[in-house]
């Protein structure tokens, strides 16, 4: 199985930056696509932004409209490790952010909770207006 545990999460004010991380063990990392969902108290969990399995001609990725040009996905597969940079920050970001992995052998970057295998625990991002 993969093992997820993410850190990073905080408070911070409107305009800020955060940087999450996802430290991953169980499995070859650079073989597993990775996500970042999040979830406000009352909605559904949502799409924020996802990341290719390694060994393609490069490492894809796609964002959510409501965070493109604000947050960056990126892994490190020499530290297990996935990042959600997060520059900007809007009070309607906060909420809780989930890292998911999925076990696939295509490039296909899913953005459907449901086809995501492993999940973290979840941290907690709070921006202040």
């Known amino acids: 199985q993969v093992q997820l545990v993410e850190s990073g999460g905080g408070l911070v004010q409107a305009g800020g930056s955060l940087r999450l991380s996802c430290a991953t063990s169980?499995?070859?990392?650079?073989?597993?696509?990775m996500g970042w969902f999040r979830q406000a108290p009352g909605k559904e969990r949502e799409f924020v932004a996802g990341i290719s399995r390694s060994g393609g001609r490069r490492d894809y990725t796609d964002y959510a409209d409501s965070v493109r040009g604000r947050f960056t996905i990126s892994r490190d597969n020499a530290k297990n490790t996935l990042y959600l940079q997060m520059n900007s920050l809007k009070p309607e970001d906060t909420a809780v952010y989930y890292c998911?992995?999925?076990?696939?052998?295509?490039?296909?970057?899913?953005?459907?909770?449901?086809?995501?295998?492993?999940w973290g625990q979840g941290t907690q991002v709070t921006v202040s207006s």
């Open positions: 998911a992995a999925r076990i696939i052998l295509d490039y296909y970057i899913s953005k459907t909770p449901s086809e995501y295998n492993y």
């Open positions: 169980g499995r070859t990392f650079s073989s597993t696509a």
